[in-house]
């Protein structure tokens, strides 16, 4: 009976636990979305005229093929002049760009 006692603890426990990390996963997630929609971005914005393919790659939804890509553009056709000249680039669609538009800027931040 006590070995069926303490079964159901650890089950329980392990519930408890699994609800609390998916209830973490599910607040961060909310407060990355909130800070995207409200066009805040989460970290420092990443001049698109300087930066790595590397460096792009830190921008949420920019995988190293599409850093390439734009560093690509940027070497073949200069600078951009405004960051909606990313919508320029092969991938890179309305939907795509408003995602990523929040974490860009052309030069120095202000």
């Known amino acids: 009976m006590q070995k069926i006692d303490s079964r159901r603890s650890f089950i329980a426990a ?28 989460a970290a420092a914005q990443i001049d698109i005229n300087s930066a790595s393919a590397e460096q792009l790659t830190a921008i949420p939804g920019i995988g190293q093929v599409m850093a390439q890509r734009i560093v690509q553009f940027r070497e073949e056709q200069g600078p951009f002049k405004r960051v909606e000249d990313l919508l ?23």
């Not at 519930?15 to 409200?38: E, I, K, N, R, V």
């Not at 991938?91 to 052309?106: L, M």
């Open 14 to 41: 392990a519930c408890m636990a699994l609800a609390l990390s998916a209830l973490c996963a599910m607040t961060a997630a909310s407060a990355f979305a909130a800070g995207a929609q409200s066009g805040q971005p």
């Open 88 to 110: 320029k680039i092969k991938g890179i669609g309305e939907k795509s760009f408003q995602r990523i538009r929040p974490y860009v800027r052309i030069g120095k931040s202000e």
